[in-house]
């Protein structure tokens, strides 16, 4: 009956340390951040907000009249 107690002991701390490193784990990844992950969001080709501003007619604009 000991025995069981100690090796249920033993699993929950191990399950606690399993947790524990995983979540440490996830907290460094957020913190770690780099241009790779900022590019994985980046716009795509296909997205419309991605468009040159278009005028009236049309036509690719910048925004000033000549």
Do not use: C, I, V, Y
């Not at 701390?13 to 996830?26: I, P, T, V």
């Amino acid at each position: 009956m000991a025995q069981q107690r100690q090796t249920s002991r033993q699993q929950q701390a191990s399950r606690h340390k399993q947790r524990s490193e995983e979540e440490n784990r996830l907290r460094s990844a957020e913190r770690n951040k780099d241009w790779a992950d900022d590019a994985a969001h980046a716009r795509t080709a296909d997205d419309p907000r991605t468009m040159a501003p278009r005028d009236a007619g049309g036509r690719p604009s910048t925004g000033e009249r000549f």
